[in-house]
């Protein structure tokens, strides 16, 4: 048994929170503390930090209360998925890029190795469908029939008859990318198979599944709201952070946020927050995230996941 199994979130954040500074410069950043109280205060400037939608929120929220503490410090935060995020990091172009995936799968190895990963919480994914779709179980070979045009009509998978609509996200979406790796395992969509729509953000993607009769995309756990579209289960499994954490779902990844390794204070007193009680022991469920270290199972840069 880990030494962490049996101990509560805040104990875990309490006992490491006096590590944070030297951990956040290994790239693996600490937890809350006097640290992140001291370094803020005598930090300014402007963090720039763009990339994955899905934890967007999340980020914002916790901007907004680092800001309230230190207003000499401004989160800029801006989106465009994870491809983008890791571009802009490694172009000196942001200073946090955000990324659902491991930059050596977006970028080039020697690329990658100039970047500092911290890894901040995990996230979950999942199908979701247009409310109208009558059907809540696929198996994962439906998911990937239908991902990559082979299935075409709902009644194929137990539904009432009808197109199925398929919503992308753009390539360089790192939710793309995770969603693709646990569900089509290698393979590809052939060059005659055209969704509906690519969009550029998960924002898009609720949009446009409410919009459209016989929709299906995926999202993040963070997005989920059955007012506007229906979760479905895969392989009979509910969508939970429960499951996520146990191995039984999955379709998830780990939120990273990239740095360049010299980065400046104001940027690491921002990620020594983003690991700080005020984040994880409240925000980052709230947001509809899982904290990293509540996972019994990890996830390595080839997708091989192993038990804690």
């Known amino acids: 048994m880990s030494k962490f199994d049996s101990m509560s979130r805040r104990q875990f954040l309490g006992a490491f929170g006096a590590a944070t500074v030297a951990m956040a410069g290994l790239g693996l950043v600490g937890c809350g503390g006097n ?45 465009g998925g994870s491809g983008q995020g890791l571009s802009d990091v490694k172009d000196g172009k942001a200073q946090i890029g955000r990324s659902d995936v491991f930059a050596e ?20 994914m999942g199908p979701v469908v247009n409310s109208n779709v009558d059907v809540d179980d696929l198996t994962t070979e439906q998911l990937k029939g239908i991902f990559t045009g082979a299935i075409t009509d709902w009644s194929e998978v137990g539904g009432t008859a009808g197109k199925i609509q398929v919503i992308e996200r753009k390539a360089g979406s790192g939710t793309r990318a995770t969603f693709e790796a646990a569900v089509l395992a290698g393979d590809k969509a052939p060059e005659s198979f055209a969704p509906v729509a690519e969009e550029d953000s998960s924002g898009t993607v609720v949009e446009k599944i409410q919009q459209t009769e016989g929709a299906i995309s995926y999202l993040a756990f963070s997005y989920y709201d059955d007012t506007k579209f229906r979760a479905l289960k895969v392989d009979g499994v509910e969508p939970t952070a429960e499951n996520v954490c146990s191995g039984k779902f999955n379709i998830w990844a780990y939120e990273h946020m990239y740095t360049a390794k010299d980065a400046d204070d104001a940027t690491k007193a921002f990620l020594d927050f983003m690991m700080s009680d005020d984040v994880q022991g409240s925000l980052v469920e709230e947001e509809g995230f899982i904290p990293a270290f509540d996972m019994k199972v990890a996830k390595d840069a080839k997708g091989n996941v192993s038990s804690k």
């Open 105 to 124: 799968e977006k970028l080039d190895a020697a690329d990658a190795a100039k970047l500092e990963d911290h890894t901040v919480c995990v996230v979950g």
């Open 35 to 79: 640290s992140a109280s001291d370094a803020a205060a005598s930090v300014s400037g402007t963090v720039n930090c763009s990339g994955a939608t899905s934890f967007q929120t999340l980020v914002e929220s916790a901007a907004h209360k680092f800001e309230d503490k230190y207003p000499d410090v401004t989160i800029a935060i801006t989106g």
